[in-house]
């Protein structure tokens, strides 16, 4: 699939993002696909290649690019070297769900005047932070996301007065939350406080555990990737995607 990189100018500057198309002439839907904790790197360009051949412009942006010219994280020891989480967890805490929302608006106008690209809703999918990200941004600009994806996504229920959960309400997109097992950034506990607060709200959802580790989706988290379970999460992207989006 025709991979390109590009950048988006943004209220904060200048969000480096890498953007892959189907072959032929489209125009196709559109999703934005949040990397995990690591940030962008070669392993979701191949997994962007990978969901652009079901028939999507895929949109993978660089969440970290406030942070100009970060050195990136090699996913081996990215948790285990304590200066390379502190750094790491350092980076996350920045991205605030405002940030989120105004960085999303700006991904969607980007994608929404390309000329492969057809409709004014899009698709969100997201891995880790990234899940989380998804879920929060079908919360923020309900008017603009048709299907939000998070697989292995932490922080989806917390104690927070800015729980994802509890913009429920505010959600017209149509949720699928692929979780880890045995995952103390979203629990079976929480997944059962989640799936209640969206069927409470009638959107349409599904919420269900992987018998995999948290991780399991993308192949350079090393010890976690499950490549049945990886299989499982692309299945379900192509059926909800299909259903939402085409």
Same mark, same amino acid.
């Given at each position: ?36 904790? $690591? @940030?962008?790197?070669? =392993?979701?360009? &191949?997994?962007?290649?990978? /969901?652009? +051949? ?5 949109? *993978? ?91 292995? $996504? @932490?922080?989806?229920? =917390?104690?927070? &007065?800015?729980?994802?959960? /509890?913009? +429920? ?5 149509? *949720? ?71």
């Amino acid at each position: 699939m025709p991979i390109t990189k590009d950048s988006i100018t943004t209220a904060d500057g200048s969000c480096a993002v890498t953007v892959a198309t189907p072959e032929g002439t489209g125009p196709w839907p559109a999703v934005v696909m949040y990397p995990d904790a $690591g @940030g962008p790197r070669q =392993t979701f360009d &191949d997994m962007a290649a990978r /969901l652009a +051949a079901l028939g999507y412009v895929v949109l *993978v942006p660089d969440i970290y690019y406030r942070d100009a010219g970060w050195a990136p994280f090699d996913m081996a020891t990215a948790f285990s070297d304590e200066t390379e989480r502190a750094r790491l967890f350092g980076m996350m805490r920045k991205v605030t769900q405002d940030i989120m929302a105004a960085d999303a608006a700006a991904f969607f106008d980007y994608l929404a005047a390309r000329p492969e690209v057809r409709g004014d809703k899009f698709g969100t999918t997201g891995y880790c932070m990234g899940g989380r990200t998804s879920v929060v941004i079908a919360g923020k600009l309900p008017d603009r996301v048709a299907a939000a994806m998070s697989f292995h $996504g @932490g922080g989806l229920v =917390t104690d927070t &007065d800015d729980s994802p959960h /509890l913009n +429920a309400g505010r959600i017209s997109a149509v *949720v699928y939350v692929g979780a880890a097992e045995n995952d103390g950034s979203f629990t079976a506990e929480q997944g059962e406080i989640l799936d209640r607060a969206l069927t409470d709200a009638g959107v349409e959802h599904t919420v269900e555990f992987y018998p995999a580790a948290h991780g399991f989706a993308v192949p350079d988290n090393a010890g976690a990737y499950d490549e049945a379970a990886a299989q499982r999460h692309w299945e379900a992207m192509e059926r909800v995607f299909g259903a939402a989006l085409k």
